[in-house]
T-cell receptor, first 111, second 117 residues
């Protein structure tokens, strides 16, 4: 049951441009959403989160947008840097229950 | 470094053997989670503990898998009679009670790679 979906397996952007990673979910009970970043052979690293009572959360170059009616969230990275190249996972949870992850999007930022 | 620590980082074992992974969570984190990740997929939930109590187990956790957290600190994940399909990265994560009421942020360790040959 794929409750969290990242439909783009990969994304390539030029350094300095905006990266937009998308995520869709099906479970309307999800109330907390997170983005994780993963480098090869390492565990995922927490990046940014958003509660369902908000529609935007910003942290430096990273902004997460939540559209509850569309069950869609996105991560914007501006400006993109080569060090941002990694796999990005979207995750969601309902209450304090276990977290569900998408399959990930591989971001490549070209110099 | 006071992050989540996992050991061993890599394990190659023959089919049918038993393997055990250890996880030390971040200090003062009362919840500890085990996830599994295979190539091209996101982490899949296996089980979690609140202190020493195992509160939830995924149907992915077959009878060959057992997890313990006897003193509410470190945890072990044992896989008995390993199969080739068990080859994956096993991720441990933990979370602090302070974050659990407003949205539960979990922090992962580096992962333990298992290869069953």
């Amino acid at each position: 049951d794929q409750q969290v979906k990242q439909n783009s397996p990969s994304l390539s952007v030029q350094e300095g441009r905006i990266s937009i990673l998308n995520c869709d979910y099906t479970n309307s009970m999800f109330d907390y959403f997170l983005w994780y970043k993963k480098y090869p052979a390492e565990g995922p690293t927490f990046l940014i989160s958003i509660s369902s009572i908000k529609d935007k959360n910003e942290d430096g170059r990273f902004t997460v947008f939540l559209n509850k009616s569309a069950k869609h969230l996105s991560l914007h990275i501006v400006p993109s840097q080569p060090g941002d190249s990694a796999v990005y996972f979207c995750a969601a949870s309902a209450g304090n229950n276990d977290m569900r992850f998408g399959a990930g999007t591989r971001l490549t930022v070209k110099p | 470094d006071t992050g989540v620590s996992q050991d061993p980082r890599h394990k190659i074992t023959k089919r049918g053997q038993n393997v055990t992974f250890r996880c030390d969570p971040i200090s003062e984190h009362n919840r500890l989670y085990w996830y599994r990740q295979t190539l091209g997929q996101g982490p899949e939930f296996l089980t979690y503990f609140q202190n020493e109590a195992q509160l939830e187990k995924s149907r992915l956790l077959s009878d060959r898998f057992s997890a313990e957290r006897p003193k509410g600190s470190f945890s072990t994940l044992e896989i008995q009679r390993t199969e080739q399909g068990d080859s994956a990265m096993y991720l441990c994560a933990s979370s602090h009670p302070r974050t659990q009421s407003s949205g539960n942020t979990i922090y992962f360790g580096e992962g333990s790679w298992l290869t069953v040959v």
